[in-house]
């Protein structure tokens, strides 16, 4: 029997990928429920607070996904917080399936549904999270549908002047998400300067150029009333800093292959090495494929090799390669419709979140628990997203004491020296107690906190302030406030237990009397 024919279908898509997608999305809509936001995300959760043209880490979308998806924080709990992340997750499917359809067949637009199911990268950092990758991805796979499409039209027809509009419109959006889009335009100039050398003297690329110019200007106007200074922030993350460092390129290396699934990279680099072998032919849209995904993976290598850098910055680039590993196995395989590859890439997939998500919750690694008192559950990074939640109350019972006993006034907000975790704190115990969280320490560790302190009226000289600091990375206030305030005083200490375990501590702070605020960094 041959496989390809049992299809069936569902309103033209088939069945399979609906049921995948179904399942995707509800496992990954119960996770955004069940766990507690990360550091990122609360921080970014203030970008739909105090939305703007630009950040001072990252463009606008990701703010803008929150208000949209919250419907303007009206429903502000973590999983509408993170819904668009959920949502878009699910468009993507369908997205990586047309792409892959239209390079080979049904068949091939399923193998790529899966293991792009199975990335880890698209599934937990794109799928649950919520991050500037979430609208990035999204925007990303839809220019990469538009370009395989491209990539095959005649010049002088009206489908291919609109593909061009499109793609202008969508890779602008990606760089309203994240400034790493612009690797888009990038393939699209290498695959031209190769191969359609003759777009050129069409006007529709060099309008596309312009619109996506136009879309992204609200962030160059943003930087330029900034002194530049995201644009700052950006370029020092990636010039080297001292000499040859084989360390950081292992990392970099190491973290591509975990956070994109070992078993999809090597699906992946399997299929290159047929191309490069020319046992699998180079139609344009593959060709596009390559030229779009392989210079961001080569160019962070290269960094790698001077400074640490992020393995996720090159998740756009792997999933742009999945379509071209689906192709490659829908070549190879016929005895089963999915094959035994792509099963186990999910069955790992599903093993690491499910160990992941139960670690965060009951601490089934044995990580974090013999450190000395200050420093519980150091080592362990699950405890990121665990117990704010089980802080709250203790701490409004704190709070209530103090106010009750005249230390401390009802309208007291709370600071932090750096942008995390003074965001989980803001967004766990502030909000919910209707106080005010502003950064105190140096602008470089602040981050969007030093526009927020303005927003929210600044620092009051004489006033008292709540502090707190976790054993996950405590700072003592008075190594870092000593000459600030007047007075320090230990309020008390919260324990947070996970499967009845001590996990970590919140210990909390009343700084009394403001002696002088910070010099402005904005020089007004």
């Known amino acids: ?75 502000d709990s973590e999983l509408f917080i993170r819904l668009s992340s959920v949502v878009l997750m699910s468009a993507n499917s369908f997205i990586i399936f047309e792409t892959g359809r239209q390079l080979r067949n049904t068949r091939t637009g399923l193998i790529a ?71 888009l335009w990038l393939g699209v100039a290498v695959f031209v300067l190769f191969y359609r050398i003759n777009w050129l003297r069409s006007p529709w690329p060099w309008l596309a150029a312009l619109i996506t110019l136009l879309v992204f200007s609200p962030v160059i106007w943003w930087n330029v009333q900034n002194n530049f200074i995201s644009f700052s922030f950006h370029g020092a993350r990636v010039t080297p800093q001292s000499g040859l460092r084989p360390d950081y390129f292992l990392q970099e290396l190491a973290g591509q292959w975990l956070y994109n699934n070992p078993i999809n990279v090597w699906l992946i680099w399997a299929a290159l090495l047929a191309t490069a072998r020319k046992k699998l032919a180079l139609d344009p849209g593959v060709r596009m494929l390559q030229f779009v995904a392989l210079p961001p ?96 109350p203790e701490f409004a019972k704190i709070r209530q004491k103090h106010i009750s006993e005249g230390t401390i006034a009802p309208e007291a907000g709370m600071v932090g020296e750096n942008w995390f975790p003074l965001a989980n704190y803001d967004y766990y115990i502030a909000r919910s107690l209707g106080i005010d969280a502003y950064g105190l320490g140096k602008p470089e560790r602040l981050h969007k906190y030093l526009w927020i302190n303005k927003i929210r009226g600044g620092l009051q000289r004489g006033a008292g302030y709540w ?53 402005d960094p904005f020089g007004q």
């Open 113 to 183: 549904v899966f293991l792009y199911n199975a990335s880890i990268y698209a599934f937990v950092i794109t799928g649950i999270f919520i991050l500037p990758d979430t609208p990035q991805n999204f925007f990303w796979l839809t220019g990469l549908y538009l370009l395989v499409r491209l990539s095959g039209a005649e010049p002088d027809s009206r489908y291919f002047s609109v593909l061009w509009i499109c793609f202008g419109i969508v890779a602008g959006l990606g760089m309203l998400s994240k400034y790493t889009s612009v690797f």
């Open 297 to 392: 993976i080569l160019i962070f290598l290269v960094i790698g090799l001077f400074r640490a850098t992020l393995p996720h910055w090159t998740g756009p680039a792997y999933v742009s390669l999945i379509p071209l590993a689906a192709v490659w196995l829908d070549i190879r395989t016929s005895k089963s419709f999915i094959p035994r590859s792509v099963v186990a890439a999910l069955v790992l997939l599903f093993a690491t979140v499910a160990l992941g998500a139960v670690h965060v919750k009951y601490g089934l690694l044995p990580v974090g628990s013999n450190q000395p008192y200050h420093r519980l559950g150091k080592d362990d990074p699950g405890l990121d997203m665990f117990g704010y939640r089980d802080l709250l």
């Open 467 to 519: 502090y707190i600091t976790n054993s996950r990375d405590y700072k003592h206030p008075k190594e870092i406030y000593g000459e600030f305030f007047a007075d320090i005083i230990a309020a008390d200490t919260v324990t947070v237990y996970r499967a009845g375990k001590p996990a970590k501590r919140h210990f909390i702070f009343i700084l009394k009397d403001l002696q002088q605020l910070p010099p």
């Open 1 to 75: 029997m041959n496989n390809r024919k049992t299809v069936t279908y569902f309103s033209g898509l088939p069945i399979m990928l609906w049921w995948l997608v179904g399942i995707s999305t509800l496992l990954r809509g119960f996770l955004a429920w069940w766990l507690e936001l990360g550091n990122d995300e609360v921080y970014y959760w203030t970008y739909a607070m105090f939305p703007d043209l630009s950040h001072f880490d990252h463009p606008p979308m990701v703010g803008w996904m929150i208000q949209l998806f919250s419907l303007n924080l009206l429903f």
